[in-house]
């Protein structure tokens, strides 16, 4: 271990997968002291806010990062085609990344290449230099197994899932999975999915997967991918908890002088990610049922973009315009409304009782190892697996409406979520205090996130074992 040796990292354009990549890549310098790594940036046509990011970061001295973009025209032009441009994207940087090997890392000593789930045809650069490659998959090992489960089951038939509601038997799931909850690309064989199920089948070809999890919660999911055999070694390393923005200390300081002044656990708090908002009907539901509750809540209310566009939500001028009236009076004191809100510093607050969430996997995590029941409403994506994992699986959560889906095409009618549904899962999270039996259990579950990232945890050892195996690569 005398000269250093470099890890080559690709993660998807967006924000959403460049960030947690570099969280991931500050581990493992921080345990691999002989490892440096060339981070490569493919500049997505609308950044998704990727460069301020990048710039907001401190540096490393073994970090940089690379551009490998393509002509902005290009890439621009691969829009038009919404299934592929995903892989179409990816595949058109290649050359950029053989170039950037070939010339400014021909005489380093590379021990891999470590490539976000959609990055998957970069294999064959790595292969051009004789270089092993893994994956780092951002979501749960139940997804994982899932995944693989319906890649194998599309090579002998034409399944179509999309009507059913039976319940299935699938790979990484102790109770039967009901169709209807399926994501996407597992519900019917259509040109996207194939492209997504021909990424995952070459996920044999690579020499381990990390997962964004930790082995004790879960344990089936995790043991089901070892004893079907059909992944190569899976390496859990600990929930990559992100950081909040720190452009937006004010708001931050206002949320957090709120909190100090609420009792423990007695906060009900409600965000739904990135891209979550509801119209204003759904808006109203929420707010009675929030009322009817008489419980304290932290509500991240955002505006809708308009109906049939796909964009971010925005900030409301005024929470009035979208409130029923005289709502913000009389909770004035038990709640308070937000637009943004940092929710890994909400989270982590000894006030919050209990989280209303989407299921992102991402704030699934930080809602478990914060040690805070969830109240799960997922809205798209692989959310409601997520939700039925919570729920069924670990019972680490209380279902709002695990079938909900979000119409971001806004083309059915709105499907509304009625506030006794939202006010009786609340309930559930919030009744018996300290007392309460799904509180205690993720309490339990936060208590062993925290006991696998010290030494000798199971993700500690599983961060040591991932660069072990790195470095045997160069030796
Ligand atoms: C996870 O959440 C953080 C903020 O809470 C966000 O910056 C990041 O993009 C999210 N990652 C994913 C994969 O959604
Ligand atoms: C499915 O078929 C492809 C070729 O058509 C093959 O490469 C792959 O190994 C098969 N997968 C399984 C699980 O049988
Ligand atoms: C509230 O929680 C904090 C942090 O867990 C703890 O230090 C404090 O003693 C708790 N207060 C009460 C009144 O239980």
New binding site residues.
């Given amino acids: 271990m005398e000269k250093n040796a470099e890890l080559v990292f690709i993660p998807s354009a967006g924000?959403?997968?460049v960030?947690?990549a570099i969280e991931f890549a500050k581990h493992i310098l921080d345990a691999g002291e002989c490892l440096c790594i060339s981070f490569l940036i493919m500049k997505h046509p609308a950044d998704f806010g990727v460069q301020r990011y990048l710039q907001s970061l401190s540096s490393h001295s073994r970090l940089r990062f690379v551009d490998v973009s393509i002509d902005p025209k290009t890439a621009a032009e691969l829009l038009s085609n919404k299934d592929r441009f995903l892989y179409d994207f990816i595949d058109g940087h290649k050359h950029k990344v053989n170039e950037f090997v070939r010339n400014k890392l021909g005489s380093t000593r590379l021990a891999g290449f470590v490539l976000d789930m959609f990055c998957i045809s970069m294999i064959d650069v790595a292969n051009e230099f004789g270089v092993p490659s893994y994956i780092y998959f951002?979501s749960a090992a139940a997804f994982l197994a899932l995944s693989l489960h319906f890649e194998a089951l599309r090579n002998t038939s034409d399944y179509d899932y999309s009507e059913s509601d039976e319940e299935l038997p699938i790979l990484g799931f102790k109770n039967p999975y009901p169709a209807k909850i399926l994501p996407k690309p597992a519900k019917s064989v259509t040109p996207s999915s194939i492209l997504y199920f021909d990424g995952i089948r070459r996920f044999k070809e690579t020499k381990g997967i990390v997962i964004n999890t930790f082995a004790e919660l879960e344990p089936f999911a995790l043991q089901s991918l070892s004893d079907s055999k059909i992944a190569p070694p899976i390496y859990p390393i600990h929930p990559v908890v992100?950081s909040?923005d720190s452009n937006k200390k004010q708001e931050t300081e206002s949320i957090i002088k709120w909190l100090d002044e609420q009792p423990n656990s007695s906060v009900v708090f409600l965000c739904f990610?990135?891209i979550g908002s509801f119209e204003p009907e759904q808006v109203k539901e929420i707010a009675v049922a929030l009322e009817r509750s008489g419980h304290r809540f932290l509500w991240s209310l955002r505006r809708p973009p308009p109906k049939g566009k796909i964009e971010m939500p925005s900030d409301y001028d005024n929470f009035e315009e979208v409130l029923t009236e005289g709502f913000l009076d009389r909770t004035k004191g038990i709640g308070k409304v937000v637009g943004w809100a940092p929710?890994?510093t909400v989270l982590s607050h000894s006030a919050v009782g209990a989280f209303v969430s989407h299921c992102?996997?991402?704030?699934t995590l930080?809602g478990v190892c914060c040690g805070v029941p969830i109240a799960a409403w997922p809205l798209y994506a692989e959310q409601q697996m997520n939700a039925f994992l919570l729920v069924k699986e670990l019972g680490l959560a209380v279902e709002i409406w695990m079938d909900y889906v979000k119409d971001f095409e806004g083309k059915n009618p709105v499907v509304i979520v009625s506030a006794e549904e939202v006010e009786g899962a609340i309930q559930k999270l919030m009744e018996n205090g300290e007392e309460n039996e799904l509180r205690k259990r993720v309490k339990e579950m936060q208590e062993k996130s925290r006991i696998a990232m010290e030494e000798g945890g199971s993700s500690y050892t599983s961060l040591r074992l991932l660069i072990e195996d790195f470095i045997c690569n160069i030796s």
């Avoid at 992102?360 to 704030?363: A, E």
């Fill in positions: 924000l959403g997968h960030a947690p951002t992100n909040d990610g990135t929710q890994v992102g996997w991402n704030s930080e």
